[in-house]
T-cell receptor, first 113, second 117 residues
Framework: GENVEQHPSTLSVQEGDSAVIKCTYSDSASNYFPWYKQELGKGPQLIIDIRSNVGEKKDQRIAVTLNKTAKHFSLHITETQPEDSAVYFCAAHNSNTGNQFYFGTGTSLTVIP | SAVISQKPSRDICQRGTSLTIQCQVDSQVTMMFWYRQQPGQSLTLIATANQGSEATYESGFVIDKFPISRPNLTFSTLTVSNMSPEDSSIYLC??????????????FGPGTRLLVL
């Protein structure tokens, strides 16, 4: 089955700096990669996603890049703000073979004011 | 997206008892999913619940421990049976809906935080 690894497990940045979270996956057939933000006491919320036919996607201060050859994808947050502090999860999915989503182990991001 | 609610939001239970968690969605969905998130850990799929059929359980999870009901297209329950402290976790329900990239993805409820003493 699919194996998703996520790094780093914790990340602290100064407000205004950029944050990058990286994930690798093992199954080259995975073709969809969502990212979730989980704030304390809440469920994970979808913040951005990318399909395998796209190399990069941006939405305001967040962007995701995908390298299919190397089987890794990254979340980039620019101009970080204290409200970006949360746990972020990446996931991989093969839409052709079923409903299983494989999640990374999470990155706890702290933005220091 | 959809509005997904769960009840209870949190509970403290004694070992040996059972707790039923409810999940309500504001639109009809074919599949609902139940996940477990142990403290500081990632999300682990427990089972997939389809309306009108038995739930499909992932490896390591069994129906006797986690019975699931799916009486209609907007509602599901997960029961955590004969609880032990190892069952202390966040339990999340989710549904498949179109994501931002036009691909079906998982949308999660707020979770039920369970502590077993």
């Amino acid at each position: 089955g699919e194996n998703v690894e996520q790094h780093p497990s914790t990340l602290s940045v100064q407000e205004g700096d950029s944050a990058v979270i990286k994930c690798t996956y093992s199954d080259s057939a995975s073709n969809y990669f969502p990212w979730y933000k989980q704030e304390l006491g809440k469920g994970p919320q979808l913040i951005i996603d990318i399909r395998s036919n796209v190399g990069e996607k941006k939405d305001q201060r967040i962007a995701v890049t995908l390298n299919k050859t190397a089987k890794h994808f990254s979340l980039h947050i620019t101009e970080t703000q204290p409200e970006d502090s949360a746990v972020y999860f990446c996931a991989a999915h093969n839409s052709n073979t079923g409903n299983q989503f494989y999640f990374g182990t999470g990155t706890s991001l702290t933005v220091i004011p | 997206s959809a509005v997904i609610s769960q009840k209870p939001s949190r509970d403290i239970c004694q070992r040996g008892t059972s707790l039923t968690i409810q999940c309500q969605v504001d639109s009809q969905v074919t599949m609902m999913f139940w996940y477990r998130q142990q403290p500081g850990q990632s999300l682990t799929l427990i089972a997939t619940a389809n309306q009108g059929s038995e739930a499909t359980y992932e490896s390591g999870f069994v129906i006797d421990k986690f019975p699931i009901s799916r009486p209609n297209l907007t509602f599901s329950t997960l029961t955590v049976s004969n609880m032990s402290p190892e069952d202390s976790s966040i339990y999340l329900c989710s549904v498949d809906l179109l994501g931002l990239a036009g691909q079906e993805t998982q949308y999660f409820g707020p979770g039920t935080r369970l502590l077993v003493l």
